[in-house]
């Protein structure tokens, strides 16, 4: 769809690249030409991944929290030591657990925000200081969620998510004058790994509220973060683009 060459030379991060939607955002930029590095928690996973990854092109992970500042700061060490540059981030990594308001408690709510706010936070500002700020270029992709309507049943991932949004639009203000740009791409219902997370019973005939009765591929929301990174794009900063078959416009979100 795109040219083959187009991120030739160009240092790609993708947190949580080592499975569901961010193993795709990854191999995507790796079959245009990208080289990858891919950084989560588990070095089992990151490790099988990039054997699977490097059939597309270089790639090689870093194990880190995003949660954890040391961790963070390693990933950019070791980028530096490696490549000596990036140029772009994708803030894929996070999660959350189904439960009503009332029910979550004071530590899960804390580890949802940490994860999901703080966690894209100290990746987005140890990477633009290591590397955006200085070069004067850059482009940062926040994977965030469907918070159109609020999260009904998860409170605590929309309200992180928000803040996200919210960040997306303030940093492309104020990272412009550094030829930063700072975008979001909110998934509704992808098909994914992801998806072990959720009781079956909470998905089960989900795509039918869809409007377009059916779930999103990792694919189509790797291609959209293939869009936003490359020149086509360049005009684009401070936007959220949803992908979701139209279901935050219209149909039930998750039985409550
Ligand atoms: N699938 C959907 O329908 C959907 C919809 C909206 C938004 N999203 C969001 O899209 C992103 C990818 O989702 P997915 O469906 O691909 O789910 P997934 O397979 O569970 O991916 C989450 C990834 O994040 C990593 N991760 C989680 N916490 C981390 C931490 N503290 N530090 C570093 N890495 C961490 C995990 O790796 P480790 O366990 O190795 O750390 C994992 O690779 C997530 O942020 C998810 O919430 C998904």
Not at 36 to 49: G, H, M, N, P, T
Not at 119 to 141: E, L, V
Not at 176 to 183: F, L, M
Request: with cysteine; proline share 3%.
């Amino acid at each position: 769809m795109f040219k083959e060459d187009l991120f030739k030379d160009k240092i790609i991060l993708v947190t949580g690249g080592g499975s569901g939607i961010g193993f795709d955002i990854s191999k995507l930029f790796l079959q245009y030409g990208a080289y990858v590095f891919i950084a989560s928690r588990k070095e089992e996973r990151l490790q099988k991944a990039v054997e699977q990854l490097s059939e597309f092109g270089g790639c090689d992970y870093v194990v880190c929290d995003i949660r954890e500042k040391e961790n963070v700061e390693n990933v950019a060490k070791s980028i530096k030591d490696k490549k000596g540059k990036l140029d772009i981030l994708v803030n894929n990594a996070g999660g959350q657990f189904p439960s009503l308001a009332e029910s979550i408690s004071f530590n899960g709510w804390n580890a949802v925000i940490n994860n999901n706010l703080n966690g894209t936070w100290y990746m987005t500002q140890t990477m633009s200081k290591s590397f955006f700020i200085p070069q004067k270029s850059g482009c940062i992709i926040n994977i965030i969620a469907n918070i159109f309507r609020g999260f009904p049943g998860m409170a605590h991932t929309g309200a992180a998510r928000a803040g996200v949004d919210n960040l997306t639009k303030t940093l492309a203000v104020e990272w412009a004058k550094y030829h930063i740009r700072v975008n979001a791409v909110a998934p509704g219902l992808i098909f994914s790994s992801g998806f072990k997370n959720y009781p079956p019973e909470l998905l089960e005939g989900m795509h039918k509220k869809i409007p377009m009765k059916r779930f999103g591929t990792t694919e189509e929301v790797g291609n959209l973060c293939l869009y936003l990174a490359s020149p086509m794009a360049d005009f684009i900063t401070g936007e959220t683009v949803y992908i979701d078959g139209g279901h935050r416009l219209w149909g039930d979100l998750f039985e409550i």
